[in-house]
């Protein structure tokens, strides 16, 4: 009986959401030419040509990204192609994942409109960089939080990782009574990013196709009335390893920075297994009909957007807040869905929508990276306060 005293009453909600993105445009239209110049590769035309081709499948208008050409000036070897680089990486992203995961913090606790001496946890990811201490306690003393804070710190978990933070929050937010749980994502491209080269091809899809971001989001059960203002309530949290799918999304971190490889059957076996990973969320969101959810899903490329959208038969609009945020951002790993949720409430409330869901109760948040991996969440919306 003790025990579930100390546990809370209702389900977990997300209480706010803010997002950060370092300065520095780049259009993808004029991407190809920054990238061959700013590496010294001008030369490889043949090769030049081929990144072209790709950038303009990738339905992506602009990225946010850290590298530019001042910063190769000062860091030669991140835009070389196998020189040892990783100390430099080092220092670079040791700069940037904090701060923008400050100032994405910063921004969803102002949200909450809530002291931040009332968070109680905070749970981080990212697969840009790797230190002790953990990137969560530098961002935690950079934001003058508790020092009795209790922290969870996730590595290398890819593009799913905001997924599995929301998951991880959850149950700390059920389990312990009173406790406000921030959760941070933050990511930054100049871990990889590299000189082109005939030699790794997949590295162009990833020059391509990743930005830079950082997400924050406030997680608690019991919301205290007319204070707290939830946006959703997190009703079931689920994960799936894809069947046959070794190798498919890996990356390994080297002395030349982190390489990863991208099969080009990544959405035909996300395709394979949506439908019966879904159902099962499906039954807690009430619903059988895909078209009555809203959807927030990590837009990993939009190949897999496609055939999510025509393996579960999606009407156009469903991924529409996914198809926003990959156009205007690129993918950014694990930050990426949590910028998709944040999307699909601006949408909402630009539609003048009755909920937070686009007019629908229940939805599913679904992120996808390496394993291959896919973890979903079933969100129900609130009410939208104008």
Not at 39 to 59: D, G, V
Not at 150 to 165: D, F, L
Request: glycine letters at 8%; one cysteine or more; hydrophobic letters at 40%.
């Amino acid at each position: 009986m003790a025990s579930s005293r100390l546990r809370a009453e209702g389900p977990a909600t997300v209480m706010a959401i803010g997002t950060a993105v370092p300065p520095t445009i780049h259009e993808q239209s004029t991407y190809p030419d920054y990238y061959f110049e700013a590496t010294n590769c001008n030369h490889k035309t043949e090769l030049k040509a081929k990144f072209k081709r790709i950038c303009e499948k990738m339905h992506i208008d602009k990225r946010h990204m850290v590298v530019t050409k001042e910063l190769l000036e000062e860091y030669p070897s991140i835009g070389s192609y196998m020189d040892h680089s990783l100390n430099d990486r080092h220092k670079v992203v040791m700069e940037w994942v904090p701060k923008m995961a400050k100032e994405a913090a910063e921004k969803a606790i102002q949200e909450w409109g809530r002291p931040k001496s009332e968070i109680t946890h905070i749970v981080m990811a990212t697969t840009s960089v790797v230190n002790m201490p953990g990137v969560d306690l530098l961002v935690a003393k950079s934001l003058g939080l508790s020092p009795k804070l209790r922290r969870v710190m996730m590595y290398q978990t890819g593009c799913w990782g905001g997924a599995a933070a929301l998951r991880v929050a959850k149950d700390l937010a059920e389990n312990n009574k009173g406790a406000r749980v921030l959760v941070v994502c933050s990511e930054c491209t100049a871990i990889f990013f590299r000189a082109p080269s005939e030699e790794y091809l997949d590295g162009l899809v990833g020059q391509g196709l990743f930005g830079d971001g950082a997400a924050a989001v406030i997680v608690g059960s019991d919301p205290e009335p007319e204070i707290e203002n939830p946006l959703y309530e997190i009703q079931w949290a689920g994960e799936m390893n894809v069947p046959d799918s070794e190798g498919a999304i890996d990356g390994h971190l080297m002395e030349a920075g982190m390489y990863y490889h991208l099969r080009p059957e990544i959405p035909k076996l996300v395709s394979k297994s949506i439908d019966e990973f879904v159902s099962e969320a499906r039954g807690f969101a009430e619903s059988t009909d895909v078209n009555e959810l809203f959807w927030a899903v990590h837009p990993g490329g939009v190949a897999i957007l496609n055939q999510i959208e025509n393996q579960l038969g999606l009407v156009p609009e469903k991924l529409r807040a996914s198809r926003d945020i990959l156009a205007s951002n690129g993918n950014m790993a694990s930050a990426c869905v949590l910028f998709v949720l944040n999307q699909v409430l601006n949408r909402s409330k630009k539609m003048g929508s009755a909920t937070t869901g686009e007019g629908k109760q229940y939805g599913l948040l679904v992120g996808i990276g390496p394993g291959l991996t896919m973890e979903a969440l079933v969100l129900k919306s609130v009410p939208l306060i104008n």
